[in-house]
Nanobody, 128 residues
């Protein structure tokens, strides 16, 4: 079972930036490069929504319309880590952010049920 841990959340002013990290471990017969990894977020009282995804071997990236042009997803196979660089943050970006794994390719738009392993989440708060 793959374990995921998110880092990098916090409090930031509108217009600011944060970089989230998702560190993966616990691989048995597979490896980090086997998995597509997505970021989701969930605000209080709202459903969990897909924010971005990066594929495994093809490295294709996907973004929701609400973050396109502001967020950038990337992966570092040497570190078994996926990053989400978030710029020009807005109050509506406030949420708990989760990373999750899917076999090989990103399904877009992502469905929560398609993702097997999840991290515990990291809180991002955008407020002045």
């Amino acid at each position: 079972q793959v374990q995921l841990v998110e880092f990098g959340g916090g409090l930031v002013q509108p217009g600011g930036s944060l970089r989230l990290s998702c560190a993966a471990s616990g691989f048995t017969f597979d490896s980090f490069d086997y998995y597509a990894i997505a970021w989701f977020r969930q605000a209080p009282g709202k459903e969990r929504e897909g924010v971005s995804c990066i594929g495994s071997s093809d490295g294709r990236t996907y973004y929701s319309d609400s973050v396109k042009g502001r967020f950038t997803i990337s992966r570092d196979s040497a570190q078994n880590t996926v990053y989400l660089q978030m710029n020009s943050l807005r109050p509506e970006d406030t949420a708990v952010y989760y990373c999750a794994t899917e076999d090989l390719w990103c399904t877009w738009p992502p469905q929560v049920a398609d993702f097997g392993s999840w991290g515990q989440g990291t809180q991002v708060t955008v407020s002045s």
